[in-house]
């Protein structure tokens, strides 16, 4: 059973360009989180989500930065223009119902790491 | 709201010595998880312990143990005869059930060097 699986590995971008970055949650979870790590810190909460629904997404930046969880296929963390200061890793997350998160450990993947330069 | 502090930012040990990594944790939910996760060099995170709120007994499983202590809001976590696979970055985490219940705090973590 492939746990959560994540890509790109690395991610180097431009500032100004796009970056998309892609989580398949593990067979039969239909929750994602997502979180971010910026350098030398913890990881912190950015949004969560259930297939074609985003149930929280309080530690989202306002502008910018999007995520999807469509009914076929990967969780979609888009952000656009980037700038420097988005240069982070990117850890997904998924559970196999609501709540979970609260309950159950939550299991990560590998992690996307964005550079901006 | 919630917060977790892990005060030591970087610990240092020869093998074979034991190590204990802090944690303190705020919360005013009654009913909460705290975590433990590893980071080694290679960048991934790997799950170790939860804990709720409700079951103070301490655990050990092999040369790990945990202890939490609600009355002094900690869950400290010890390497017994540590080895150099050991040395990664250790985060603590807390998961309150009414605030952020799907959203997991994490303290800013703990860099353990284990030196042959």
């Known amino acids: 059973n492939a746990g959560v699986m994540q890509n790109p590995r690395h991610l180097v971008r431009r500032r100004g360009q796009e970056a998309r970055l892609r989580c398949s949650p593990m067979?039969?979870?239909?929750?994602v989180y997502w979180y971010r790590q910026l350098p030398e810190e913890g990881l912190k909460f950015m949004v969560y989500?259930?297939?074609?629904?985003?149930?929280?997404e309080s530690g989202m930046p306002k502008e910018r930065f999007s995520a999807e969880f469509p009914k076929e296929g990967p969780s979609i963390l888009r952000i656009q223009q980037v700038v420097r200061g988005d240069s982070a890793a990117y850890f997904c997350?998924?559970?196999?119902?609501?709540?979970?998160?609260?309950?159950?450990?939550?299991?990560f993947g590998n992690g996307t790491r964005l550079t901006v330069t | 709201a919630q917060k977790v502090t892990q005060a030591q930012t970087e610990i240092s040990v020869v093998e074979k010595e034991d190590v204990t990594l802090d944690c303190v944790y705020e919360?005013?939910?009654?009913?909460?998880?705290l975590f433990w996760y590893k980071q080694p060099p290679s960048g991934e995170l790997v799950f170790l312990i939860r804990?709720?709120?409700?079951?103070?007994q301490n655990e050990i499983s092999g040369r790990y143990s945990w202890n939490f202590q609600k009355s002094t809001s900690s869950f400290n976590f010890t390497i017994t005869a540590s080895q150099v696979v050991d040395s990664a970055v250790y985060f603590c985490?807390?998961?309150?059930?009414?605030?952020?219940?799907?959203?997991?705090?994490f303290g800013t973590g703990t860099r353990l060097t284990v030196i042959p």
């Open positions: 997350a998924s559970s196999p119902f609501q709540g979970s998160s609260y309950n159950s450990p939550l299991h």
């Open positions: 067979k039969g979870h239909s929750h």
């Open positions: 989500l259930q297939k074609e629904n985003i149930i929280d």
């Open positions: 919360t005013r939910d009654t009913t909460y998880y």
């Open positions: 804990r709720n709120s409700f079951d103070e």
């Open positions: 985490a807390l998961s309150a059930r009414q605030t952020g219940a799907n959203n997991l705090f």
